[in-house]
């Protein structure tokens, strides 16, 4: 096992492997900017390094800081959680090159898979379907040509990054030439490289992800499906797993489809092959991120599997510790994404003061958050503060516990989106488990 792991990340997703590591037995060492001296990972952590102030750029992706907070207190390795440095294959090599083991797959599998169009290749190999398009970086006359053999409406997207960045939807042949410029140009903004490619525009698929973990020997598990079709501006709302939209058929089909695709690239560690599902559950890849996910906790509810334990123990070199036959489908779970944002005032974000907290409980409910009465929201990072989780024997059980919590949770001084939740608890298609990824957009527009 390893013997001392640094957490290059914050907030919710450093508890979560700081915990890991105390029920291990591993000792860990928290990282930490200037806004988050009395943060929960700094106090829970078996030690502490502060790395810069507090804009991300000077602490929190300043990979000389974390290396050198690695090399001062002796750890042999880091878990970057997600978001900050979980996708840069630069920081995953530059730990390696430290000595450290990183808890995640290799810099070559990051660079690899992150690469949509790579990526896109790699499952065309594998056998796995994806979404008609072009392949490598596409230029304004390349993706017009291939627009008009596929047909509108298509979608340019960024080659690299993700979070919704470097998207456009194109309607019509005029449009593309600035969709792709524009596209482009936020791509190398966000990400530092502004290649861009094309795909067909299914319109309003289901988002299926499916969890995958590799030993990069070529063994590959899954853990089931999530659906993440619940999403404003392409950021998720609230996942469910497993999806209430696909059949057994097709779940057996998808689940294999991502095993082929990591098989194929000789994955290590966890990672997420995303799909978009149409209304005949024809699917499509279209990424895979190369990282654990914000919502492995309802993977782990109804498997049973601490994942962030499997990263662990993988990365210290001690392979899979379960076959596929040994991870059971159980019950339903939901997880709802509390952000600190005012879902009345265009989700403006509301940082400040948490005056006062009460956290649902009871059986079957998880809150995984580092928010404490009397805590500093800081303006500089993510807006959310906390993740709902609840298991359900079935989804009907799922869906009531989740609106009996979300009643009883309470965050106090800030604004949140619980309000949002206890909405979605209202609405028939949400209930119904018919929605795909325009429904949220769609139901927001109408207001009320």
């Known amino acids: 096992m390893l013997k001392k792991v640094l957490v290059a990340n914050r907030g919710e997703i450093a508890l979560r492997v700081i915990r890991a590591c ?8 928290a990282v930490y900017s200037g806004a988050d001296e009395e943060a929960l990972h700094v106090r829970l952590a078996d030690e502490a390094v502060h790395i810069g102030p507090p804009k991300a750029q000077k602490s929190y ?22 978001g900050f440095l979980a996708e840069n294959a630069g920081f995953a090599a530059a730990c390696s090159g430290a000595g450290l083991a990183f808890v995640g797959p290799s810099a070559e599998a990051i660079e690899k898979m992150g690469d949509k169009s790579a990526a896109r290749r790699i499952a065309r190999e594998a056998g796995v379907p994806i979404v008609p398009g072009t392949e490598g970086n596409a230029s304004p006359a390349e993706a017009l040509e291939r627009a008009e053999e596929i047909g509108f409406p298509v979608m340019v997207k ?12 194109v309607e019509s042949a005029g449009e593309l030439e600035e969709a792709v410029r524009a596209a482009s140009r936020e791509a190398a903004a966000a990400f530092g490289e502004g290649s861009v490619y094309l795909e067909k525009f299914l319109v309003d698929p289901r988002h299926v992800e499916v969890q995958v973990m590799g030993d990069g020997e070529g063994n590959v598990v899954h853990f ?7 999403q404003r501006r392409r950021q998720k709302i609230l996942e469910e797993a497993p999806s209430p939209g696909i059949s057994p058929a097709t779940r057996e089909a998808i689940t294999a489809a991502a095993v082929r695709l990591a098989e194929e690239a000789s994955y290590a560690n966890a990672g997420t092959a995303e799909f978009l599902v149409d209304q005949d559950e024809s699917f499509y890849f279209i990424e895979m991120n190369t990282r654990i996910q914000v919502e492995h906790p309802i993977t782990e509810e109804i498997t049973g599997v601490d994942l962030v334990k499997e990263q662990l123990k993988v990365a210290a070199g001690e392979g899979l510790s379960l076959k596929q036959d040994e991870i059971p489908l159980s019950g339903h779970a939901i997880e709802f994404r509390i952000n600190a944002e005012d879902p009345e005032n265009n989700f403006f974000p509301s940082p400040g003061e948490v005056t006062g907290v009460e956290v649902p409980g009871g059986p079957g409910v998880r809150v995984d958050t580092a928010v404490f009465a009397g805590y500093q929201i800081p303006p500089f990072y993510d807006s959310m503060v906390s993740k709902l989780v609840v298991r359900g024997a079935d989804r009907h059980e799922a869906l009531a516990r989740g609106g009996r919590a979300l009643e009883e949770y309470r965050l106090e001084g800030i604004k949140t989106t619980i309000p949002l939740h206890l909405r979605l608890l209202r609405e028939e298609a949400f209930l119904s488990g018919r929605y795909g990824t325009g429904y949220l957009e769609k139901l927001l527009s109408k207001g009320g």
């Not at 105390?22 to 060492?29: A, F, K, Q, Y």
């Not at 089931?224 to 619940?230: A, L, T």
């Open 158 to 169: 960024a080659a690299a990054g993700g979070g919704g960045r470097g998207i456009r939807v």
């Open 224 to 230: 089931y499906e999530r659906e993440c079709s619940m």
């Open 22 to 29: 105390r029920e291990l037995g591993v000792p860990s060492v």
């Open 61 to 82: 992706l300043n990979i000389e800081a974390i290396l050198e907070a690695a090399k001062e207190t002796g750890a042999d390795a880091v878990h970057p959680g997600y």
